[in-house]
């Protein structure tokens, strides 16, 4: 990451092409240099003339401060990695690093993984408490172990090992959201909520009003939120990352997709990436992400990729609904969400929905970073 004032995008534009043309020429340069053939060399950049980042809605904070550095030639890693910190540390987003929904017991664990096309190398964490960037530590246990996952107190003793602080992630929001579930989840234990007319007693200015209307929000709609950030490099390189506090409420120990290599996140250098959001356990039982992935290099698009994918993720939930029926609607549709984020190495980009509704974050030279619709499946979820 630079300290360095992010220059406007106007002027990133203006040095691209000269940027373009000197990563080409060094693939060039480099491929004669080791005896191959430049047009070998430049396989994955003759199609493409423009870095790319694609990603959860929730990047685009993080594409607008880091999307120049992959212009100005940044390792693709690095970018996807600054992006989604933005949110890891953002005390206010509920469903990934510090301020995160804790678990039934009040902790907030986080996964997250990291993967580089360029080596097709990867690490990841799971259950990872106490440590502010999750994304950083799996980079750690892909580039200084010989591992790919670590979990629960090992992660945290590597992390500690390789000088990142011990954090308090469970902010005073999120615990009076946890405590407040705690208090309504159940009438048949010692808990007691504080009366209605107590609590809106108690609520005189806005900002407790606001206070108590969030609470309320997520204990009505369970949490399930990540990010994910795939980036095209003008090298040709391709990286993602993605990272998460998991589901609110979870039973301790749970692992969701994001730090499953194939599930959350998964990229190759001779393909493509892609990367999940929603439901983990719908994305670790259709491998979703390496499927598209296969896919692409089958010759699908990405949209088509992703589409696939989710049209698989459907009659899995059918077939699974014979013993766990809340997975499906009185349609057959599925009950939950469930998107994947597309990259190819020409890069064209895709955002796909289970349910409907929603953005994605993309950033390329033409428009900039920005939301774009995401492309559904089946219609939102309660309507038909």
Same mark, same amino acid.
């Given at each position: ?63 607008? !401060? ?198 959350? !996140? ?40 992703? !589409? ?77």
């Amino acid at each position: 990451m630079t300290n360095a004032p992010k220059k406007p995008l106007s002027t990133r534009r203006s040095v691209l092409g000269a940027a373009v043309g000197l990563a080409a020429a060094a693939c060039a340069t480099g491929a004669e240099a080791r005896g191959k053939p430049a047009k070998r060399a430049l396989r994955n950049t003759a199609r493409r003339d423009f870095p790319v980042l694609v990603g959860s809605a929730n990047a685009l904070r993080g594409m607008k !401060l880091y999307y120049q550095d992959l212009v100005l030639g940044s390792a693709p890693l690095d970018v996807a990695i600054d992006v989604v910190k933005v949110v890891e540390a953002d005390e206010t987003d509920h469903s990934v690093g510090k301020g995160g929904l804790p678990n039934e017991d009040g902790v907030v664990q986080l996964d997250s993984a990291v993967m580089d096309g360029r080596t097709h190398n990867a690490g990841s964490v799971g259950c990872l408490e106490n440590i502010l960037h999750p994304s950083l530590v799996a980079r750690l246990v892909m580039e200084r172990s010989d591992h790919i996952m670590l979990v629960g107190r090992g992660a945290y003793e590597f992390a500690r090992a390789h000088g990142h602080e011990h954090t308090e992630l469970l902010t005073e929001a999120s615990r009076k959201i946890w405590l407040r579930w705690k208090e309504t989840m159940s009438s048949k234990d010692d808990r007691l909520a504080p009366p209605e007319d107590q609590r809106q007693g108690r609520a005189k200015s806005s900002a407790e009003r606001a206070e108590l209307a969030l609470i309320d929000h997520y204990l009505e709609e369970r949490v399930t939120g990540t990010i994910h950030c795939s980036a095209l490099a003008i090298s040709g390189e391709v990286a993602c990352t993605t990272t998460t506090s998991g589901l609110s409420w979870k039973i301790p120990g749970r692992v969701g997709d994001s730090p499953i290599i194939g599930a959350g !996140l998964y990229c190759d250098g001779e393909v493509g990436s892609a990367g999940a959001t929603g439901r983990g356990e719908a994305a670790i039982l259709s491998h979703g992400s390496s499927a598209i992935v296969e896919l692409l290099r089958g010759g699908a698009s990405p949209e088509e990729a992703g !589409l696939e994918v989710l049209r698989r993720v459907t009659r899995q939930a059918r077939r699974a609904a014979a013993w766990q029926p809340g997975l499906v609607d009185g349609e057959g549709l599925p009950t939950f969400g469930l998107n994947f984020y597309v990259l190819g190495l020409d890069g064209q980009v895709a955002g796909v929905s289970l349910r409907g509704g929603g953005d994605y974050a993309v950033a390329e030279p033409e428009n900039g970073p920005r939301h774009e619709p995401l492309v559904a499946l089946h219609p939102p979820i309660g309507e038909k």
